[in-house]
């Protein structure tokens, strides 16, 4: 394979853990700024991240496959890193799928106890919502300092012509 595909497939890994950060921080600002009224705000985020999050998944997949075949000895702990990641990321989405059925479920609460006549008293709360965000802050500090080891690991490969 030639070293430029990988290098494209790391740089492609790259730039999606960008926007996956992106979408993680304003994922974590709306955690911080709802309530049970706007609930339904989480879940309705959450599809746009679950999206980001398969691709970059794939993105990561596709770097791993061909870093074992063609640089298995140079990129080794790199390799497990990025097994690592992935399984992060798919934990990190089921945990979103919670959440969001969490949001769904207050602001069906909310929604309940507006339209009725007497007192509705509910557990689940935006605090409830809120629980989820140490776990999302980890997830996304540690996909920065991934991210960091693409850009190294990429750098170390060089495109050059044989004489």
Avoid: W
Wanted: glycine share 0%.
């Amino acid at each position: 394979m030639n070293i430029s595909v990988v290098k494209n497939n790391m740089y492609q890994s790259y730039s999606s853990c960008t926007i996956l950060e992106n979408n993680l921080s304003q994922l974590i600002s709306i955690l911080n700024s709802v309530d049970d009224s706007n609930a339904y705000i989480v879940s309705q985020y959450i599809s746009t991240i679950d999206y980001t999050m398969n691709t970059v998944k794939r993105k990561f997949e596709r770097m791993l496959q061909v870093n074992r075949v063609e640089l298995h000895i140079l990129f080794s702990e790199f390799n497990n890193k990025s097994n690592d990641m992935i399984m992060k990321l798919n934990k990190l989405s089921s945990d979103l799928k919670r959440l969001s059925v969490m949001a769904d479920e207050l602001y069906a609460l909310y929604k309940l106890a507006e339209s009725m006549e007497f007192y509705l008293e509910y557990f689940l709360s935006a605090n409830s919502l809120r629980r989820f965000i140490p776990n999302i802050v980890k997830v996304k500090n540690e996909l920065l300092i991934f991210k960091m080891m693409i850009d190294t690991n990429n750098r170390k490969l060089r495109v050059g012509v044989r004489k």
